[in-house]
Nanobody
């Protein structure tokens, strides 16, 4: 199972970006998908998660600005980021939690990360 993230880049403060992450492989189901981020010198932190049923969870710092969504048929999760701030600058990682596969049972899978840079 692999996660392929895309959509990062450089944007000015107040701008928007949309991240995408597609899971591929011998997948039967995925309980939850989400985004985490890690800024230089800091620990990785949760940004937002969503379950297959559409239950979402957001970090307080992004509530009202970021929206997570998921296409279950495509095993893809999106993160719409609006009103970006310089403190949102980080490497954003996609995660698929409790992935049921045909060959390997349950897995927890991470993507390779995509850089988001917000200039002031």
């Amino acid at each position: 199972v692999q996660l392929q993230a895309s959509g990062g880049g450089l944007v000015q403060a107040g701008g928007s970006l949309r991240l995408s992450c597609a899971a591929s492989g011998s997948i039967l189901s995925i309980k939850a998908m989400g985004w985490y981020r890690q800024a230089p010198g800091k620990q990785r932190e949760l940004v937002a998660t969503t379950t297959g049923g559409g239950v979402t969870n957001y970090a307080d710092s992004v509530k009202g600005r970021f929206t997570i969504s998921r296409d279950n048929r495509k095993n893809t999760v999106y993160l719409q980021m609006n009103s970006l701030k310089p403190e949102d600058t980080a490497v954003y990682y996609c995660n698929a939690d409790r992935v049921l596969t045909t060959r390997s049972g349950w897995l927890d899978v991470w993507g390779q990360g995509t850089q988001v840079t917000v200039s002031s």
